[in-house]
């Protein structure tokens, strides 16, 4: 088949170069534009962009795909189907309807659960056990497709969004080749896949940098859910008084390990004290592993309480 991608993130990388490999034919690579230059270096080449480059791909990058011009350019490639993923813009009627067979898109989730930009981020700071890869039929109801196929996976104990989404990545890649095998050979006519329970649904909206902040009052197991799912974006911080008559101090935390500790007398969010960074949470004490102070490099939390010799009531914020 004739077959336009479209993406821009680096979840649709490795089902895009396994398209590029097949015996399809690959006509055009569909990405967001590239964001104004704010600085001499520029921005940082979006990950489906460059791939694209570095295989001689022509690439299409209208600003908005469901304009008239850009809807146009894809009817001229005469495509048989669409294969989105991590693209960015929603598709409407019209652009869908410029190639033969309609649009399939992989999603980082078990949709219906977690429709929206951020599936992946979502899962683990909800403290799921699970997640996976779905392909759906587009509609342009977002995510809301009927689903042709998923795969299941365990969330690992120690692994963040950044992990997570590239694993899943991979895990998608035999998917979107079978469903694009289903896809050639259907009469245009039957039903394909299963029909989402709206009922069902959940939404994972984008990450905000304020979303960020740690709540030291949940429990041990949500902050640390809480420390993965923002990596590698926005990264999880908190900020403490070091120094009289200076700001607080923003740490980013990296990573934490819940440990048994006497936390009596101590509120959320103050500090044990002694050698290691040990804090108190709703339901216990964390010990923060690693860390990164604004403006340095990153460290361990026992060589930041060396540094700083927090005492025993510290609060973080």
């Known amino acids: 088949m004739r077959i336009i991608t479209m993406g821009t993130g680096p979840f649709a990388v490795p089902s895009f170069e396994a398209i590029r490999q097949s015996d399809q034919t690959l006509v055009s690579v569909v990405t967001k534009p590239e964001p104004p230059v704010k600085s001499r270096k520029g921005p940082p080449p979006a990950p489906v962009r460059t791939w694209?480059?570095?295989?001689?791909?022509?690439?299409?990058?209208?600003?908005?795909?469901?304009?008239?011009?850009?809807?146009?350019?894809?009817?001229?490639?005469?495509?048989?189907?669409?294969?989105?993923?991590?693209?960015?813009?929603?598709?409407?009627?019209?652009?869908?309807a410029a190639a033969k067979l309609g649009g399939i898109n992989l999603h980082g989730?078990?949709?219906?659960?977690?429709?929206?930009?951020?599936?992946?981020?979502?899962?683990?700071?909800?403290?799921?056990?699970?997640?996976?890869?779905?392909?759906?039929?587009?509609?342009?109801?977002?995510?809301?497709?009927?689903?042709?196929?998923t795969r299941r996976t365990a969330i690992s104990d120690d692994e963040t969004a950044g992990q997570l989404e590239q694993r899943l990545s991979q895990l998608g890649v035999d998917l979107v080749l079978e469903c694009i095998d289903a896809l050639s050979?259907?009469?245009?006519?039957?039903?394909?896949?299963?029909?989402?329970?709206?009922?069902?649904?959940?939404?994972?909206?984008?990450?905000?940098?304020?979303e960020a902040q740690i709540d030291w009052r949940r429990d041990r197991r949500e902050i640390d859910c809480h420390v993965r799912g923002m990596q590698p974006w926005p990264v999880a911080f908190t900020t403490i008084q070091v120094r009289e008559n200076k700001p607080p101090l923003r740490l980013t935390v990296l990573s934490v390990t819940a440990v048994?500790?006497?936390?009596?007398?101590?509120?959320?969010?103050?500090?044990?004290?002694?050698?290691?960074?040990?804090?108190?949470?709703g339901d216990g004490a964390l010990r923060i592993d690693s860390l990164c102070p604004a403006g340095k490099r990153e460290m361990s939390g026992e060589e930041f309480q060396r540094g700083y010799q927090l005492p025993r009531g510290s609060q973080f914020q």
Not at 75 to 81: C, K, M, T, V
Not at 261 to 281: M, S, W, Y
């Open 185 to 210: 050979r259907w009469d245009g006519e039957s039903a394909m896949g299963e029909i989402q329970d709206p009922a069902l649904a959940t939404k994972a909206p984008r990450l905000s940098k304020k």
């Open 52 to 96: 694209a480059a570095e295989h001689g791909l022509p690439i299409l990058d209208p600003v908005n795909i469901n304009e008239v011009d850009a809807i146009k350019q894809l009817q001229s490639l005469q495509a048989d189907l669409l294969v989105v993923c991590d693209y960015g813009q929603i598709l409407k009627p019209d652009a869908l």
């Open 260 to 281: 048994e500790e006497d936390i009596e007398g101590l509120q959320p969010g103050q500090i044990c004290g002694g050698k290691q960074l040990v804090v108190a949470t």
């Open 109 to 149: 989730s078990l949709l219906p659960a977690y429709r929206g930009a951020a599936p992946v981020q979502r899962a683990l700071l909800g403290g799921d056990a699970e997640t996976g890869v779905s392909v759906i039929h587009m509609t342009p109801k977002l995510d809301g497709g009927p689903i042709l196929a």
